[in-house]
């Protein structure tokens, strides 16, 4: 294994481990059966939107509320998990690109590159999880790498390629 594939995997497991704690956090605050934090921030976000922002949150945001609420907490811990075990990585990091840019949308910050570059989270999570998406993460010791090698064998070719 090269170095930039153990700084890759500590990219991974940092990213994971980040999604898994915020994921976990929303499960024992209720997620799962109360939409009552996610409405919360939905109408805050409302009384300073404008334009396609709050159509956006007054027709699918705070309407679907009670949907989004527990899908944001699964999703979040689902994405560390995926991350921290390296499985279906690519998939799991275009995903969590999405829900980045979904939250930013949705509070705004993402109509001002000055506030979408200004956010302490937002830049950085958004271009960790592009480089996890282009450098297929899952490959440097994940179960990804497992499942390529098996994929290979299948195809008839050696159990000893190189999955890159």
């Not at 929303?26 to 334009?51: F, I, M, P, R, V």
């Not at 907490?73 to 075990?85: C, K, M, N, R, Y």
Request: hydrophobic letters at 45%; a positive charge.
């Amino acid at each position: 294994m090269k170095h930039s594939d153990y700084y890759v995997l500590f990219l991974r497991l940092s990213v994971g481990i980040l999604f898994l704690l915020i994921g976990i956090d929303k499960l024992q605050n209720g997620w799962l059966t109360s939409n009552e934090h996610l409405n919360k921030s939905l109408y805050s976000y409302n009384d300073n939107a404008h334009g396609i922002q709050k159509t956006y949150l007054e027709k699918v945001a705070i309407p679907l509320s009670a949907v989004w609420s527990p899908l944001i907490a699964l999703g979040e811990t689902a994405l560390g998990i995926s991350l921290v075990i390296g499985l279906l990585s690519r998939l799991s990091t275009m995903l969590g690109f999405i829900m980045v840019l979904n939250f930013h949308f949705t509070n705004g910050n993402l109509f001002s590159f000055r506030d979408f570059c200004e956010s302490p989270w937002a830049l950085v999570l958004v271009m960790c999880l592009l480089f996890l998406f282009l450098t297929r993460s899952g490959y440097r010791w994940g179960l990804d790498a497992i499942m390529g090698i098996t994929v290979s064998k299948r195809k008839g070719k050696s159990s000893k390629t190189k999955v890159n």
